[in-house]
């Protein structure tokens, strides 16, 4: 059973960075695609970044020239590099992964971002 475990969040102010990570286990595949989602109370979940095992990357427009997605060359652990954060990136972001050939996807339990303004 493939577990993620994520970490880095946390209060930070306004202007400051912030890194996540995501150690996944469980699996003997590399993940094919890995994300971070990222939710706000009464609002449905968005994709903030994700890359997949050929290196591509894809941002909300909202957070491109800010934040940075990579992961490892084993395609387990995934890390957000979040910059100039502002307020409006405060959320509970998760981490997502799926699994080859449309396989299974996974997600984290959250960890919460806050930033001060």
């Known amino acids: 059973q493939v577990q993620l475990v994520e970490s880095g969040g946390g209060l930070v102010q306004a202007g400051g960075s912030l890194r996540l990570s995501c150690d996944g286990s469980?699996?003997?595949?590399?993940?094919?695609?890995m994300g971070w989602y990222r939710q706000t109370p009464g609002n449905q979940r968005e994709l903030a970044a994700a890359i997949v095992g050929g290196g591509i990357t894809n941002y909300a427009d909202s957070v491109k020239g800010r934040f940075s997605i990579s992961r490892d060359k084993a395609m387990k652990t995934s890390y957000l590099q979040m910059n100039s954060l502002k307020p409006e990136d405060t959320a509970v972001y998760y981490c997502?992964?799926?699994?080859?050939?449309?396989?299974?996807?996974?997600w984290g339990q959250g960890t919460q971002v806050t930033v001060s303004s």
């Open positions: 469980g699996s003997s595949l590399a993940f094919s695609v």
């Open positions: 997502y992964v799926r699994l080859p050939g449309g396989g299974k996807e996974y």
